[in-house]
């Protein structure tokens, strides 16, 4: 069973600081996408990473696939309170159409 | 007008009551999936459509029951339900060109609450 594993759970942080989440599987993948969900909402496709090793920067986000492709990292720059929110990596099963999610990371960025 | 939509936003019932949950996308995606969504828990895909046949059931309770009329058009009947189920069911949708691409667009959600 393909199992994706985040971390941290959880994330508190001042306004300005840099942070990383991780985002970590046994199992490799054709891709991986990362979300971000606010409160009351849907989660968002932020990024997909395809290639092992592939960089991909968004702004202060900068999202990093694995050589290996079985696992990504996200790294925020300065995080803003605008960055707050639940953070969640997913990725196709083999032969399916079926995404699975990472346990996700809940992310508090204070002003 | 968001890509995929979802109604009720808020659905509350009763344990005996039958309801639905309506989704519809407007992205001409042919991939349609139920999630749940409960606190301190990943997200937990229910059911997976393509062209209208389901193609996933993630060994969910008959007590719900999904229809797919089209690809745009995903419901999710709900009968009997438990207190345990109340959580936030979000609808999404994807283009599937071979087997593994395209990413999800979700809709914002049905907050069930099952009393």
């Known amino acids: 069973t393909q199992l994706l594993e985040q971390s941290p759970q959880f994330l508190s942080i001042q306004e300005g600081e840099n942070l990383t989440v991780y985002c970590n599987s046994s199992s490799v993948f054709s891709s991986l996408q990362w979300y971000r969900q606010e409160p009351g909402e849907g989660p968002v496709l932020l990024v997909t990473?395809?290639?092992?090793?592939e960089v991909k920067k968004l702004k202060r986000l900068t999202f990093q696939f694995g050589d290996a492709r079985k696992d990504s990292s996200l790294h925020i720059t300065a995080a803003q309170p605008g960055d707050t929110g639940l953070y969640l990596c997913?990725?196709?099963?083999?032969?399916?159409?079926?995404?699975?999610f990472g346990t996700g990371t809940r992310l508090k960025v204070l002003a | 007008e968001t890509g995929v939509t979802q109604t009720p936003r808020h659905l509350v019932m009763g344990m005996t009551n039958k309801k639905s949950l309506k989704c519809e996308q407007h992205?001409?995606?042919?991939?349609m999936y139920w999630y749940k969504q409960s606190a301190k828990k990943p997200l937990e895909l229910m059911f997976v459509y393509n062209f209208k046949e389901q193609t996933e059931n993630n060994s969910v309770p008959s007590r719900f029951s999904p229809e797919c009329p089209n690809s745009s058009h995903l419901f999710l009947h709900l009968h009997t339900l438990q207190p345990e189920d109340s959580a936030l069911y979000l609808c999404?949708?994807?283009?599937?060109?071979?087997?593994?691409?395209?990413?999800?667009?979700f809709g914002e959600g049905s907050r069930l609450t099952v009393l």
């Open positions: 992205l001409g995606h042919n991939a």
């Open positions: 997913a990725g196709p099963t083999s032969g399916t159409y079926k995404y699975i």
């Open positions: 999404a949708s994807s283009r599937t060109d071979g087997q593994n691409t395209g990413e999800l667009f």
């Open positions: 990473v395809v290639t092992g090793g």
